[in-house]
Structures are given as C-alpha cells and as structure tokens.
C-alpha cells in the first residue's frame, strides 16, 4: 500500500519561502500524479496543484505566481516551493496521489502544520 | 475558481438516511463527472469514499453513494452510523487541468 510523509519546517518567516517535501513510498512515484493540498486551521481544503512524474506540473490560478511543485524520481519524492509567505498560508499542508486525468487524489499523507509567523 | 457550495451542516439519527449537496456551475460539476467525495475525521487526513460521482474504492461501505444533477452533485450515507460523524468535502474537476474543494459539510449524528 502507497504511502506518503511530509516533511518540512513547520515555521516560515513573513515574506519568506515555505518548503515541504513528500516521501513516497510502497510504490513508485514514476507513475500517476501527485498533488499538494492545504487547509487553514478550522477551514476548508483548498487544491494547491499537481505534477505528474514527467515533470509536467498544473496549478491552482489564484496561487500560481507563488507556487513551484518539483518531482525527484531517484528519490522517490516531489516537493512544493511557496513563495512571499503571509499568515493566510498558515495550513495543514498535504500531499497526496492522483488529482490527474479530472480526479480528486486517492492516498492522502498525514498532513504537516506549517504556520507563519515572525 | 470559486468554491463549490456546501451545505455547512447535515445531521441525522443513526439509520436515517442524509444528503449532502455540492453544487458547482457548468464549467465545473456540471460539465463533468468528475466529483470525488472525501470524509475527514478531527484531525485526520481526508479518506477517499467516492471518485467520478458514483464509484466507490474498494473498502468504502456501500452505505455511501453519490449522484449529479445538473451543477448539482450529492453524496448520500444511509443507514446513518455513529462513525460517520465527521466532515465531508466534495472536489470537482474545473477544466484546463484544475481541481476545485467544495468548503465542506459537518455531519451530526443525533
């Protein structure tokens, strides 16, 4: 069974860049799509993007300009850089597979709190 | 990209029967069948329960079902569970390769 670890400081200055990564495992990450996901504490999910292996990456506009989704095959990882942090990024960040082909991700990390703040 | 429209609480006794609605516009939920539902526990992780409107993965209880109308796509527990007590998210497919949440319905158990 695929599984996956996010990993990644859990505090980011203002202005700041976030970076997480996401370990997966159980599987092979050559395959499929991989997606970031976030939630603000006590509100919804809200889609960051996806990367499918090759490289080829899709976002969500309103985050677009700030967002760079990376995949390491040999590692068996990919990543989310988000630039010019502010407290709205304060989240539960996940990664998950899927989120291609028009369906919502299926394998869902647990989730790693990354709060924003001087 | 708005947000698909959930109702922000549904509740139920056990072995009733509840609807949850996520309605979207015709460039999302209704364009496509491509809603995924998802069930989150306090401080969980989403668990996948259906994907392309009515499918569910192996594993999910045919308890729960979904269905679309028009913009409108629904998902359906009968036989209401204490369990089941939890939040639930709709996502649709947006075009142009996008993904769009709906902003999630609370679901009592009485």
């Known amino acids: 069974q695929v599984q996956l670890q996010e990993s990644g400081p859990g505090l980011v200055k203002p202005s700041e860049t976030l970076s997480l990564t996401c370990t997966v495992s159980?599987?092979?990450?050559?395959?499929?799509?991989w997606s970031w996901i976030r939630q603000p504490p006590g509100k919804g999910l809200e889609w960051i993007g996806y990367?499918?292996?090759?490289?080829?990456?899709n976002y969500n506009p309103s985050l677009k300009s700030r967002v760079t989704i990376s995949v390491d095959t040999s590692k068996n990882q990919f990543s989310l850089i988000l630039s010019s942090v502010t407290a709205a990024d304060t989240a539960v960040y996940y990664c998950?597979?899927?989120?291609?082909?028009?369906?919502?991700?299926?394998?869902w990390g647990h989730g790693t709190l990354v709060t924003v703040s001087s | 990209q708005s947000v698909l429209t959930q109702p922000a609480s549904v509740s139920g006794s056990p072995g009733q029967s509840i609807t949850i609605s996520c309605t979207g516009t015709?460039?999302?939920?209704?364009?496509?069948?491509?809603v995924s539902w998802y069930q989150q526990h306090p401080g969980k992780a989403p668990k996948f329960m259906i994907y392309?409107?009515?499918k569910r993965p192996s594993g999910v209880s045919n308890r729960f079902s979904g269905s679309k109308s028009g913009n409108t796509a629904s998902l359906t527990i009968s036989g209401l569970q204490a369990e089941d007590e939890a939040d639930y998210y709709c996502?649709?497919?947006?075009?142009?390769?996008?993904?769009?949440f709906g902003g999630g319905t609370k679901v009592t158990v009485l």
């Open positions: 998950a597979r899927g989120g291609g082909y028009g369906s919502g991700p299926n394998y």
């Open positions: 159980g599987g092979s990450i050559s395959t499929y799509y």
């Open positions: 990367i499918y292996y090759t490289g080829s990456t």
């Open positions: 015709s460039s999302d939920v209704g364009s496509y069948n491509l």
């Open positions: 392309e409107g009515s």
């Open positions: 996502c649709s497919y947006a075009g142009n390769n996008t993904l769009v």
